[in-house]
């Protein structure tokens, strides 16, 4: 007698009671963690966690840019935002000035990969410029995270990661640089130790990768 793992549809919102058991473990795990209904709930709630004048860097993020919250940030003139001031900057002459911003400002504001039923945070990169500021270098940390993110555990998280979110962030670089993704660099954040630093924004319906 034989038995298979069913394949996860990693692009389907994953139910509600998943979403509870997410946040009730993220909860316990130190996170500050809301249920919202969709994306331009979370738009909103966005604008009135982050005060004004402060210094955001905002990761890569198709949920950024599909919710409007990366235009707020970056061409709403309400924040200084580290990502345009750090792209019109001299790449070798201020390149440790680049790194600087980009680590240590006031919130970084981005998404995750996959988080786990059972308290994890999982965030892929290619260059790793938005790791810093999200494991600690930033005073506060948003995430936004689409329902489809949700997954049982640390397993199926990485199996998202390489067979669902790489092919489609390669498929973008490709049209958009001209160039391929890669999985450089995995963060795995498994609890936040200061109370009130990190916040992630749980939806209900699926958006991003």
Request: glycine share 10%.
């Amino acid at each position: 007698m034989t038995s298979s793992t069913p394949e996860t549809p990693f692009a389907d919102a994953a139910p509600p009671q998943s979403l509870e058991r997410a946040a009730a473990a993220l909860t316990a795990h130190g996170f500050t963690v809301e249920i919202l209904d969709d994306a331009a709930a979370a738009r909103t709630r966005v604008s009135e966690l982050i005060p004004d004048g402060a210094s955001v860097f905002t990761g890569a993020s198709e949920t950024l840019r599909l919710s409007g919250i990366d235009e707020d940030i970056n061409t709403g003139g309400r924040y200084e935002a580290v990502k345009p001031r750090t792209l019109a900057m001299d790449r070798t002459t201020q390149a440790d000035e680049i790194r600087r911003l980009r680590a240590g400002p006031d919130v970084v504001v981005g998404s995750v990969h996959a988080v786990t039923e059972t308290g994890s945070l999982v965030i892929a990169s290619g260059s790793g410029s938005q790791l810093p500021g999200y494991s600690g270098g930033a005073a506060r940390a948003i995430w936004i995270v689409g329902a489809q993110k949700v997954v049982p555990d640390l397993s199926v998280a990485l199996r998202r990661v390489e067979d669902h979110c790489l092919p489609l962030e390669n498929a973008r670089t490709q049209e958009a640089h001209g160039w391929p993704s890669a999985i450089n660099r995995l963060l795995i954040l498994n609890a936040e130790y200061q109370p009130g630093r990190g916040t992630v924004l749980l939806l209900r319906e699926a958006i991003g990768f």
